[in-house]
């Protein structure tokens, strides 16, 4: 883990605090739009074009969610704003370098859960729409 990383909450006064969880992610030739259902909120967050993806199971992401001190208030319960963005990141550093320097202006963006990572690059910012 690089503990050069800085995880920021991202876009706070779009998105509703609640506890989220992963319903649905959706991936085709329109983009990619992950749908987060809350206690109270429900919202979708899209990308118009993503460069990679990832999804893990939070119990094997254990070392990020320990070494990451940004994140740690919110780990205490869940509540809040799920999406963040890393400056610094590793993963940037991996798609670059697996795409021999095309991905250049790619960003990082993180949506935790209680039980998912979900880790998003994109040179495009994220849509976030908010519905009950």
């Given at each position: 883990?690089?503990?050069?990383?800085?995880?920021?909450?991202?876009?706070?006064?779009?998105?509703?605090?609640?506890?989220?969880?992963?319903?649905?992610?959706?991936?085709?030739?329109?983009?990619?739009?992950?749908?987060?259902?809350?206690?109270?909120?429900?919202?979708?967050?899209?990308?118009?074009?993503?460069?990679?993806?990832?999804?893990?199971?939070?119990?094997?992401?254990?070392?990020?969610?320990?070494?990451?001190?940004?994140?740690?208030?919110?780990?205490?319960?869940?509540?809040?704003?799920?999406?963040?963005?890393?400056?610094?990141?590793?993963?940037?550093?991996?798609?670059k370098k697996e795409s021999a320097g095309f991905?250049?202006?790619?960003?990082?963006?993180?949506?935790i859960t209680e039980n998912d990572l979900i880790?998003?690059l994109s040179t495009f910012p994220p849509t976030?729409?908010?519905?009950?």
């Open positions: 883990m690089n503990m050069l990383e800085k995880w920021r909450e991202y876009n706070q006064t779009d998105v509703p605090k609640d506890t989220y969880e992963v319903s649905e992610v959706v991936q085709n030739s329109e983009g990619t739009v992950i749908k987060l259902m809350g206690e109270k909120n429900n919202m979708n967050i899209t990308f118009g074009f993503v460069d990679s993806l990832r999804i893990t199971d939070e119990g094997r992401r254990i070392q990020t969610y320990n070494e990451i001190e940004s994140i740690q208030k919110y780990r205490e319960n869940f509540i809040g704003n799920p999406l963040y963005k890393v400056e610094q990141s590793e993963y940037v550093a991996w798609i991905c250049a202006d790619v960003d990082h963006y993180v949506i880790d998003i976030i729409t908010n519905y009950v």
